[in-house]
């Protein structure tokens, strides 16, 4: 299983940005996989997750992000970004079915992509 995360970059506050996961190894049909972030001197946490295309979010990326998925590559297309959103962002898939209710556990997810910064700064 590989996960390869790429899209990063600087961006104005109100910018948007594009980041891609292309996967290999698994079907995304039957796993999920989600976006989680690091902010510089913060723990991880998670943003959005798709398993069997029902859609996950955390509170900060509702509204302002939008997660999506073709046959072997998911989508976190995030609009309106805020200097809060800086952080190094990681895809993730998970061996396991989950359910929805850990769907945000990121302790639950076995195979990590190299992360993609993201930069939101005037």
Not at 21 to 49: H, M, N, T
Not at 54 to 61: I, R, V
Not at 89 to 117: F, N
Request: hydrophobic share 35%; glycine share 10%.
């Amino acid at each position: 299983v590989q996960l390869q995360a790429s899209g990063g970059g600087l961006v104005t506050p109100g910018g948007s940005l594009r980041l891609s996961c292309a996967v290999s190894g698994f079907s995304l049909d039957d796993y999920p996989i989600a976006w989680f972030r690091q902010p510089p001197g913060k723990e991880r946490e998670f943003v959005a997750g798709i398993r069997n295309n029902m859609k996950f979010y955390a509170h900060p990326a509702r509204g302002r992000f939008t997660i999506s998925r073709d046959i072997n590559t998911v989508h976190l297309q995030m609009n309106i970004l805020k200097p809060e959103d800086t952080a190094t962002y990681y895809c993730a898939s998970s061996s396991l079915r989950l359910p929805s209710g850990l769907m945000r556990d990121s302790t639950r997810y076995d195979y990590w992509g190299q992360g993609t910064l993201v930069t939101v700064s005037s």
